[in-house]
């Protein structure tokens, strides 16, 4: 069985600090005396469940376009369940104890619980998102198989440092070769809800091939037993 873990995207999507809002403009509507609806789109590569590529913050590495079909397609992912941390934040010792010392995961998704205020409070879901330590960052780089990391939220750094143009964390996993060893695709704002407690056996995340781009929304998927 497959399950979607993407956020539909419509106009009232929810978007992070002064992200632009998505906005579908109508071109030819059947309903007007048209032939066909024919809808012109306006999206932000950041809109909704998207994947960052390394060059979003890391002037060397690849643009989505430029990924592999190995990039999207993940065997051994592993869902791990932090809601209630302390500081609101995600942390080594949060990651840590769910890898083995050979530990094969290729993907590590990370469930912080946000994500259940999307609806009803959008406000604190795009502006007090949690985050990731860069402890946390260097484990998963230096420490780990792991080649894609999902979350919940909208980054994997801090809103105050996104606000400052610093971006520790995001170096440190997109590959930045003055603090990172290698670069890991970051799948933010994905829809983990629906495999809670469930065994996901694959994921697939397929990006629109944007070329020369930093990132893209995608259609984001798993299939469960």
């Known amino acids: 069985m497959f399950v979607n873990l993407s956020h539909i995207l419509n106009e009232g999507t929810p978007v992070l600090m002064t992200n632009p809002k998505v906005k579908f403009e109508p071109m030819m509507r059947i309903a007007n005396g048209d032939f066909c609806n024919v809808t012109m789109v306006h999206l932000f590569t950041h809109h909704g469940t998207h994947m960052d590529a390394p060059w979003h913050w890391n002037p060397e590495g690849k643009t989505i376009d430029e990924l592999g079909f190995e990039d999207f397609i993940f065997d051994k992912p592993k869902l791990i369940d932090v809601r209630n941390r302390p500081k609101h934040v995600v942390a080594r010792s949060d990651i840590e104890p769910f890898f ?126």
């Open 100 to 225: 083995s010392k050979n530990d094969d995961t290729d993907l590590l998704m990370v469930f912080s619980g946000v994500s259940l205020l999307r609806e009803s409070n959008p406000k604190e879901y795009t502006e007090n998102f949690p985050s990731f330590t860069v402890g946390a960052a260097k484990f998963v780089i230096e420490e780990t198989k792991v080649r894609g990391v999902a979350m919940d939220f909208g980054a994997v750094d801090s809103p105050e440092n996104l606000a400052a143009g610093n971006a520790p964390v995001h170096y440190i996993l997109l590959g930045r070769k003055d603090v990172g060893i290698r670069s890991v695709v970051l799948i933010e704002e994905a829809n983990l809800i629906p495999i809670l407690g469930k065994k996901v056996k694959r994921v697939f995340a397929m990006p629109l091939l944007l070329e020369g781009l930093d990132a893209s929304p995608i259609n984001m998927f798993a299939e469960v037993e």
